[in-house]
């Protein structure tokens, strides 16, 4: 489990998150929507200990973040996955090195099981005869899915993924929230998804927070979204002339 | 200034992360390997170019402005020999090098930045600085020198070819020259420019990239930068260690 408790963070005059509290459950997929420039990347770089939060703290377990030294965080980052916007592939290593990566700088498997297991994890996310490509020669979908695959490589308890399909057909977005859920579910892990696809949300959205200018504005699940009569949740989810139709707006 | 002092003040923390402990020391072993040959080898061929025809002008200059009777004709290779070893290539070298490594280490890193492959390093638990910056420093270091005294001799070698192809110097007179008056503590002198400005061509232009925010646009001022501020700061600390060793 992940616990956000009472985060506050601003950039100069600029505050981006107000005392946003919010849980994160294990084995599911928590989901955090927004508008864009909402804080969704803030509040998770503010989680991981990307940025330094101002006011509040973050627990992984029962280990709070703020308190760590910095070897104490080292471990815990160890436990982490994360999977970011564009991908973030090691420009100068192919797929299998890219995947490899952690394994090779915190273990002290041989290069046999690493590439064991980097096949194992590419296998996972349906990548197969990629192995030596650079990430300029992938696809946007087979960069998301190499990038999952390097997350997953140290068996994270948990995994952040930032807007895991955006830039993707509806297809491949489809099959990448659904092979985030899959993973989520097999290996039980706390997994949190910044997102404002309301596709997604419908598809894979266990846990569901709203944020809107910085606050945690509405808490519920996939079913729950679409009965709320939350003003600003409803402007975020029926944002279209035509669900704004449907729902008779 | 105030906005100097910030950076100074951010560039001496930035340093004390890299020269933390690395994480795991055989793979550090093998990014300096690699820096060294697109920081070092991959510079070779400029600075051998570069140098010739920069002692061969050298020569050909001396050799006009000393035209008098009076001058034994030795001393213009003399002359070219001091003028490589203790300013053209420790530092005229350096600034090309400013120029071409740095440019190549602010981009690089800075590139990294804004597609978030240093979050990502951080978030594995990995210092970024340390793995990025690290190896660059000790690969300039050690190879720096060996691209100096590589541009000393070819310079040297420049000068005599023009000096002889033109025949305003012969042959023997240059190499005669080459050879007289010879202090060790000169050759020394010029690594140890060379050695602080590879320090501060890395450092600062890994400062800039490291340090990016925004996306393409900003990467290449970034690079831009790196490149001017690192030429400054090699100006400035020419003139400091020619002080410090020389007066
Ligand atoms: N590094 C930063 N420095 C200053 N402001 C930032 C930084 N990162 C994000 N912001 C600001 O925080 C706000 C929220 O951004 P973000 O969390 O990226 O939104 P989103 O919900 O689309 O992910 C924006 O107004 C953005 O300008
Ligand atoms: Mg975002």
Known sequence: MIEAIEISKSFGDNKVLDNVSVKFEAGRCNLVIGQSGSGKTVLMKCLVGLFEIDEGRGIFGEKVLSRMSFDEMKLVRQEIGMLFQGGALFDSMNVEQNVMFPLSMFTEQSIGERLERANFCLSRVNLENVNKLLPSELSGGMKKRVAIARAIAMNPRYLFCDEPNSGLDPHTANVIDNLIKEITEEYGITTVINTHDMNSVIEIGDRVSFIHEGKLWWQGDRDTILMSDNKELNNFVFATKLTRKIKGL | ?247
């Open chain 2, 1 to 247: 200034m105030n906005n100097f002092l910030t950076h100074i003040g951010r560039y001496i923390l930035l340093m004390r992360l890299v020269f933390k402990q690395p994480e795991k020391k055989s793979i550090y072993f093998r990014q300096i390997l690699i820096e060294i040959e697109h920081l070092g080898l991959d510079s070779v061929g400029i600075v051998v170019f570069i140098s010739i025809f920069m002692g061969a002008v050298l020569a050909i200059q001396m050799a006009f402005n000393l035209d008098t009777p009076l001058v034994p004709l030795y001393t213009i290779g003399y002359a070219t020999r001091q003028s490589v070893v203790l300013e053209f290539s420790p530092t005229i070298i350096s600034l090309i090098l400013a120029g071409k490594v740095g440019s190549r280490i602010s981009s690089e890193i800075g590139t990294m930045r804004v597609t978030e492959q240093i979050d990502a390093l951080e978030i594995m638990g990995i210092n970024p600085a340390t793995y990025l910056i690290f190896p660059k420093i000790i690969a300039a270091l050690f190879f720096n020198p060996i691209l100096i005294m590589i541009s000393i001799i070819v310079a040297n070698m420049g000068g005599w070819l023009a000096g002889s192809l033109t025949g305003m110097v012969p042959s023997g007179e240059f190499i005669y020259g080459l050879k007289a008056f010879f202090e060790g503590y000169d050759v020394f002198y010029s690594l140890v420019k060379s050695v602080v400005f590879a320090f501060l061509i890395v450092s600062i232009s890994g400062y800039h990239g490291y340090y990016t925010r925004g996306g393409a646009l900003e990467v290449g001022e970034a690079s831009t930068k790196g490149v001017v501020n690192s030429s400054i700061a090699i100006i400035i600390f020419n003139l400091i260690l020619t002080n410090l060793l020389l007066a």
